[in-house]
């Protein structure tokens, strides 16, 4: 089989998005490229040039639209599967990406399994670690243990994040304090050699 040109591919189905608009409402504003290799690790990037390696894709076309005043945005998804085919909203055994309206920010990218939401975060990276941890997992309390096991480990990492902010920060307050307490230390010696 010949190898797939995803960028020409991406190409096509960018456009085809710009023509057609959303299938609901609003219109198109611009497509982000996920690059899948086949060790499932993924790079984006704004252009299709990302593609050019890929095994398989994920076109992420972003819709916007003014109902009256705010500006609201979402993503119609697009998986291109390693033989070239083309899926809408759909990714592998059953799973698939939906993403909703949000007011001017990023819109939330749900990972969903044969229609019920399973999980949902802003990074399309985050999203699409826990698919390649849960594609294969035929029982559903195993799928949830895994999910549950994901959320519990990206609080940890946010915890001990916030952890080494917090040290970073004190250790900068401390280095304050003793620079004042410096300060101080020479203005009382100043002000007692002048008696």
Same mark, same amino acid.
């Given at each position: 089989?010949?190898?797939?040109?995803?960028?020409?591919?991406?190409?096509?189905?960018?456009?085809r998005a710009k023509e057609t608009g $959303? #299938?609901? @409402?609003?219109? =198109?504003?611009? @497509?982000?490229?996920?690059?899948?290799?086949?060790?499932?690790?993924?790079? !984006?990037?704004? @252009? $299709?040039?990302?593609?050019?390696n890929a095994y398989k894709c994920i076109?992420?076309?972003?819709?916007?639209?003014? $109902?009256?005043?705010?500006?609201? =945005?979402? =993503?119609?998804?697009?998986?291109?599967?390693? +033989?070239?085919?083309?899926?809408?909203?759909?990714? +592998?055994?059953?799973?698939?990406?939906?993403?909703?309206? %949000? /007011?001017?920010?990023?819109?939330?990218?749900?990972?969903? !399994?044969?229609?019920?939401? *399973?999980?949902?975060? *802003?990074?399309?990276? /985050?999203?699409?670690?826990?698919?390649?941890?849960?594609?294969?997992?035929?029982? +559903?309390? +195993? %799928?949830?243990?895994?999910?549950? *096991?994901?959320? /519990?480990?990206?609080?940890?990492?946010? &915890?001990?994040?916030?952890?080494?902010?917090?040290?970073?920060?004190?250790?900068? &307050?401390?280095?304050? #304090?003793?620079?004042?307490?410096? *300060?101080?230390?020479?203005?009382?010696?100043?002000?007692?050699? #002048?008696?």
């Open positions: 089989m010949d190898k797939i040109d995803f960028v020409e591919l991406a190409t096509f189905c960018t456009n $959303p #299938r609901w @409402t609003g219109k =198109y504003y611009r @497509t982000h490229y996920v690059s899948i290799f086949e060790d499932n690790t993924i790079q !984006y990037s704004m @252009t $299709p040039h990302v593609l050019r076109l992420m076309h972003e819709m916007s639209e003014i $109902p009256i005043s705010n500006i609201y =945005y979402w =993503y119609e998804f697009e998986f291109i599967n390693h +033989e070239g085919c083309v899926f809408a909203d759909d990714l +592998e055994n059953g799973f698939g990406l939906i993403s909703y309206k %949000r /007011k001017q920010s990023a819109s939330l990218i749900e990972l969903r !399994y044969k229609n019920n939401f *399973l999980y949902s975060n *802003l990074s399309i990276q /985050k999203v699409w670690e826990l698919y390649t941890k849960i594609k294969d997992i035929p029982s +559903e309390s +195993e %799928r949830n243990l895994v999910i549950d *096991l994901f959320q /519990k480990d990206e609080k940890i990492l946010e &915890l001990e994040k916030n952890v080494e902010d917090f040290t970073f920060t004190n250790q900068l &307050l401390k280095q304050e #304090r003793d620079q004042y307490k410096e *300060l101080l230390d020479e203005i009382k010696d100043l002000v007692e050699n #002048r008696r």
